[in-house]
């Protein structure tokens, strides 16, 4: 049975989409919107009809009440005789006239409206009872009431499916403008450790997601670059674990392919034991480089002598740089708050460097200086040597794990394993510092700061 989700792809719980919360947003936005519209619209149509029904009734009562008080001079028979003079301008209305004392007088007999507006007013005359007559006008607005409540509907079906039709709208162009979003997913999913140079790559360049992007790429360069290294330390291990193992099987498995004499049995120990401190050696440097990648932090004590420890260093290889026909000299001296057994073993790491490269006959020299990129306030270690140039290209590698400048990677008789210059580098980032090479002229210049000691 198949699974829905790629193999690689972990099975996450999906929220709710962007383009379907964004719709729901814009399209209730929108029928509120629409709505306060109709209502306003509505509104003001019934504000007009109600201001001209209120005309209209007030100008039929002026002619009205004029009419009725000329007629009324006639007495009850003469206005009754003249009613039906008043039906031009009492259409689409009811009128009731009754007597000062209350009683009828005159009503239209019509079936009442259903929907009306209505006014009273009083036309005095001395010759009618009670002298007056009160008048109730009431106008028909049942069209009025009609075209009222159609325009309700009309409004209501308009802000309804222009909602809808909006919301629509809305939704096609958030998908669209969404679209790279899904790209850049079916991107990022693309991406696996076969594939570590693949890049994100905006179909429109937008100002939201350009940074976003920029950002991941940059991540992903540095991701490609830590892997990479880490493909390439995993091999310089295993290669550099093997020739010692290869050695330790194979004086093993020849010492017990016969009966050995006991001095020869020694040899094989101690050539077996030279092989394990080579071993022990690379996992004691592999472990302090791990713990170094770690962030760790070199435990700063009371400020110390360098040019002190280069001389103590310069003691431990004396044999060697005699063996070599080398001299040793230190210039400059500064008191730094260092981890003093640290920076005695970069120094070291760096004379050994040196002493195996420099001419014979040749004098190394290790330089304090101040560092001028640090304001003053740093310092650096420079050890110097005279012998073959280091090629241009070789220089931002030397202090890289298991790099070795020459075309074999081991050479005849090499003891050092290729972790010397990656612990300098390890060691001057623990003081706050950096490394540095420079080979020109048969001159070559290693070395690294130490950066000002920080609260």
């Not at 504000?47 to 009324?72: F, N, P, T, W």
């Not at 162009?173 to 696996?192: F, G, H, K, N, W």
């Not at 071993?279 to 070199?298: K, P, W």
């Not at 300098?424 to 623990?430: D, G, S």
Request: glycine share 6%.
């Amino acid at each position: 049975m198949n699974s829905p989700n790629p193999p690689n792809s972990p099975c996450l719980p999906c929220g709710p989409s962007i383009a379907q919360r964004l719709s729901r947003a814009m399209v209730l936005l929108m029928l509120v919107g629409l709505g306060v519209l109709s209502v306003a619209k509505y509104s003001v149509i019934a504000m007009r009809m109600d201001v001209d029904q209120q005309a209209s009734l007030q100008e039929k009562s002026q002619y009205l009440a004029q009419a009725i008080g000329i007629a009324c001079e006639s007495g009850e028979p003469g206005l009754l005789q003249r009613m039906t003079l008043f039906d031009p301008v009492r259409s689409s209305t009811r009128m009731q006239v009754s007597r000062g004392d209350g009683s009828m007088l005159f009503r239209d007999d019509m079936a009442p409206f259903a929907h009306s507006r209505s006014t009273t007013f009083d036309v005095p005359t001395e010759r009618m009872v009670g002298g007056k007559v009160s008048v109730v006008l009431e106008l028909d607005t049942t069209h009025d009431h009609r075209i009222l409540r159609e325009a309700a509907i009309t409004l209501l079906m308009t802000t309804l499916f222009g909602a809808a039709a909006a919301g629509f709208a809305i939704q096609w162009l958030v998908r669209r403008e969404l679209r790279p979003l899904l790209s850049l997913t079916r991107q990022m999913d693309a991406i696996s450790p076969q594939r570590l140079d693949q890049r994100l790559v905006v179909e429109r360049t937008s100002k939201e997601l350009d940074p976003w992007v920029a950002q991941f790429n940059a991540l992903m360069d540095r991701l490609q670059s830590a892997y990479q290294q880490l493909e390439a330390f995993n091999a310089d291990v295993a290669h550099e674990l093997r020739t010692p193992l290869t050695a330790l099987i194979g004086q093993t498995e020849v010492a017990l392919s016969r009966e050995r004499s006991t001095d020869s049995l020694c040899d094989t120990l101690a050539s077996n034991l030279e092989e394990m401190q080579r071993l022990s050696a690379i996992v004691n440097d592999m472990l302090f480089l791990s713990q170094a990648d770690r962030g760790a932090v070199a435990r700063r004590n009371a400020p110390v002598s360098l040019a002190e420890l280069a001389h103590q260093v310069a003691e431990f290889h004396e044999g060697v740089l005699d063996e070599a026909g080398l001299q040793l000299t230190v210039e400059g001296d500064a008191r730094v708050s260092v981890d003093a057994p640290l920076v005695k073993r970069a120094i070291s790491n760096l004379m050994g460097n040196a002493s195996r490269f420099a001419e014979p006959g040749s004098t190394v020299q290790v330089k304090i200086q101040p560092d001028a990129s640090a304001a003053g306030q740093g310092v650096r270690v420079v050890v110097e040597n005279r012998g073959a140039v280091i090629e241009p290209q070789h220089l931002p590698h030397l202090f890289d794990r298991f790099f070795r400048a020459e075309a074999s990677r081991v050479c005849s008789g090499e003891t050092h394993h290729g972790l010397g210059l990656a612990i300098v580098a390890a060691i001057a980032r623990m003081h706050a510092g950096s490394t540095f090479a420079h080979s020109q002229d048969q001159v070559t210049q290693i070395g690294f700061t130490l950066g000002p000691l920080r609260a």
